[in-house]
Nanobody, 120 residues
Framework: QVQLVESGGGLVQAGGSLRLSCAASGTIFRFNSMGWYRQAPGKQRELVAVITRGGSTNYADSVKGRFTITRDNAKNTVLLQMNSLKPEDTALYYC??????????????WGQGTQVTVSS
C-alpha cells in the first residue's frame, strides 16, 4: 500500500513563508508525478504545483513566482516552499502522488491534508 505523510502546515502572517513536506512510502511502487493540491472552505480542490519524476514542474498561475516545488526521488519526498504568502493561500493542502507498480499499474494517492492559514 501507499501512504503519504504530510507535515509543515501552520499559521503565518501575510508575507511570511512556510515549507510543506510529504513523504511517500510503498517499497514496491515507483512514484511518477508528485505534487500539492489545496482546498479552501466552500471551494473545489485545485492544483497548486506538480513535479514529474524527471523534474518538470507545473504551477497554478496564482502561486507562480512565490512557491517552489522540489522532490527527492531517492527518498520519495516532495517539498513545497511557499514564500510571500497571502490570505487567499489559506486552505487545506493535500499531497498527491501517482504511484506505479508492475502488477497494479498506476493509481493516484492522497495525503490526509495539512492546514495552512495566512493571517492579514
Amino acid at each position: 500500500q501507499v501512504q503519504l505523510v504530510e507535515s509543515g502546515g501552520g499559521l503565518v502572517q501575510a508575507g511570511g513563508s512556510l515549507r510543506l513536506s510529504c513523504a511517500a512510502s510503498g517499497t514496491i511502487f515507483r512514484f511518477n508525478s508528485m505534487g500539492w493540491y489545496r482546498q479552501a472552505p466552500g471551494k473545489q480542490r485545485e492544483l497548486v504545483a506538480v513535479i514529474t519524476r524527471g523534474g518538470s514542474t507545473n504551477y497554478a498561475d496564482s502561486v507562480k513566482g512565490r512557491f517552489t516545488i522540489t522532490r527527492d526521488n531517492a527518498k520519495n519526498t516532495v517539498l513545497l516552499q511557499m514564500n510571500s504568502l497571502k490570505p487567499e493561500d489559506t486552505a487545506l493542502y493535500y499531497c498527491y502522488a501517482e504511484a506505479w507498480a508492475i502488477l497494479a499499474g498506476s493509481s493516484d494517492y492522497w495525503g490526509q491534508g495539512t492546514q495552512v492559514t495566512v493571517s492579514s
